[in-house]
């Protein structure tokens, strides 16, 4: 039989990724994004049926266990009366016979029972564990999705931290209770009605005594297990947000230290977590009264089971004595449910109050979209990039108008600089070039198409971007510089890092290419990230250059190294600087000069700039000042 039931497990385990690569295979995400449209809401309740749906083999797999298991654990009490029984017949002759079935037959039987209950416990919870981990994964690959499908807007008002409570954290409570919560909710009411049967059969008077108060028992489980779900809401919220406040924290670490605010730190986040646990004193209290019912619930049920055979067959020892044993074995059955129940309906609660947790991140719908399916594949050379009739303000400062009324053609092998005070909206230029926005009003047109309606892959694999904050991934010094051209071989990065100047460092430390940067690259000096993104961008060799300060981290003899190797990449390609350093752009094709709130007031090349008065000279006086 275990033999049998292993192979199952391995096919269902084979089978399932198949299911996952069929076309015509259930999209559950999809499906449970529907819902979400559909309903406003989302329940837990459509989560589990959502993904049991999609891994169906293995839910009714599942599902049949359960069931068969709970009937093997109702009638393990009626097989142990029936063995009082019939050992009483046959050494006494005071008991019942049953079919003329000798007692060791029965007692050999209860055995059997109980070595099949074993099985069908252990993969029970073997199929539960399997699902449970599967719809956690999905749940969180749903949830990383829309995270990544979302504009940088989103991103404006969250706190890391609370984004991350609800990826990691709230899912994996997701996870944990359906592996109880779909055992629970089909075991307990079925084991509770086999259970009820299988006492009454023993005795119906007695049996029907203790499945009464097991019922009004099980009422008081259920009050108490309410009252902590509308209490669990609150928890949950409470944690995303110290989570959120702690991992901000842990991000600037470098400015607590250098502000010797450490003690300043702790002393604040111990006070944050205060609502956390004042919150919890409620909790701790319907814990304890629930706990202390179920204790009580063991003792007082046997109790009554004895006072009701005691009026029931005083009279009579020997029916006393055979109907007491069986019943209060099953009385333990019986009772059994209201333990799982205990940890059912909080179960449900903490379920509940992380779906909802999830539900704020997986229901908003991004303001644009890359057009990854269904977009027009950009597979030609970068003609010509045209801002045309440009209006744009923030979506989350609709009220502010940063561009208005502007109109410019990039031409291909041209350079062009933005300069301006801050606020003036040159890193914006940058922004829609990248299409991290869309513009209010008009249009970005490469080659006379509309970015908009471009797949945006495909129109980014010709663009190259280097900003003043420099992204390293956790990862190596390859993962970093191959992250976007990951066919890249490591002799062409070393030769992209050679060009950015950053190689001979690379070489001097103990692990080389090979070292892990850390976290955000806390390991690496300014001028050092920023090296790796140009020699990221270096080993792409894209024909659209859009540079955010790009060498604004540098000292100047390794700025006109880096600047150097920048101009030589330039040759060829159209490129767009955003620059503060004035210097960085004197053999730019044109610089357009912005002012907050008027947009480009001054143009032409720098010479010609900067031998006029105007805003562009009063820049590259007061930097030079």
Known sequence: M????????????????????????????????????????????????NYGKKYKLLFYSLISVILINSVL??????????????????????????????????????????????????????????????????????????????????????????????????TNVIGNEINGLIVWS??????????????????????LVATISVIVLGIFVAC?????????????????????????????????????????????????????????????????????????????????????????????????????????????????PLWQMAALIPGISRASASTQQIYEVIKRDPILYDNEEDGVLFDEEIRKIEFRNIKFSYPEKTNVTIISDLNIVFEKGKSYAFVGETGSGKSTISKLLLRFYDPTDGAVLV?????????????????????????????????????????????EIHEACKKAQVHKIISSWPEGYETVLGERGLLLSGGQKQRLVIARILLKNPELLVLDEATSALDNIVEKEIQSQLNELMIGKTTVVIAH?????????????????????????????????????????????
């Not at 297990?225 to 991992?247: A, F, P």
């Open 224 to 336: 108490y297990s309410i009252t902590y779900r509308k209490k669990n809401k609150k928890v949950r919220e409470t944690i995303s947000s110290i989570n959120g406040d702690v991992v901000d924290r842990i991000g600037v670490i470098k400015l607590i230290k250098s502000s010797a605010t450490r003690v300043y730190e702790e002393k604040r986040i111990r006070e944050i977590h205060r609502p956390y646990m004042s919150i919890f004193k409620p909790v701790a209290k319907i814990d304890g009264n629930l706990f202390a019912t179920l204790i009580a619930s063991d003792i007082l049920t046997n109790l009554l089971v004895i006072a009701a055979s005691v009026i029931f067959y005083n009279q009579d020892v020997t029916k006393f004595l055979s109907i007491l044993i069986p019943i209060t074995t099953a009385t333990v059955t019986l009772t059994r």
């Open 186 to 207: 089909i075991q307990v009411p079925f084991v509770l009605v086999f259970g009820s049967v299988s006492i009454m059969l023993v005795d119906w008077k007695v049996g």
């Open 73 to 170: 654990i109702s009638i393990n009490a009626y097989l142990i009366n029936i063995a009082i029984q019939q050992t009483l017949y046959d050494v006494a002759g005071s008991g019942q016979n049953y079919w003329d079935i000798k007692y060791w037959v029965w007692m050999i039987i209860c055995g059997a029972n109980l070595i099949v209950m074993y099985i069908f416990t252990y993969y029970r919870s073997a199929l539960s564990v399997r699902l449970a981990v599967r719809v956690e994964v999905e749940l969180r690959l749903l949830v990383i999705k829309r995270l990544l499908d979302q504009d940088i807007s989103y991103y404006s008002d969250k706190k890391t931290g609370e984004i991350m409570t609800k990826v990691v954290g709230d």
């Open 447 to 491: 080659n006379d198409k509309d970015l908009k309606a471009l797949n945006l892959k495909s129109y980014l694999s010709h663009v190259g971007y280097v900003e003043q904050e420099p992204q390293i991934i956790y990862g190596n010094v390859y993962d970093n510089v191959r992250y976007g051209y990951f066919d890249a071989t490591n002799e």
């Open 2 to 49: 275990i033999k049998n039931f292993d192979k199952n497990l391995r096919v269902i385990n084979e089978e399932q990724p198949s299911d996952e690569i069929k076309k015509d295979s259930f999209d559950a995400n999809a499906n449970l994004l529907k819902l979400i449209h559909e309903k406003g809401k989302l329940k837990f309740l459509w989560i589990i049926m």
């Open 581 to 625: 350093r004035l210097t960085t752009i004197k053999n730019v094709d044109k610089i357009f000069v912005i002012s907050p709130g008027q947009g480009i007031v001054q143009s032409g090349t720098f010479n010609e700039l900067i031998n006029q008065d105007g805003h562009f000279k009063r820049l590259y006086e007061a930097g030079n000042s």
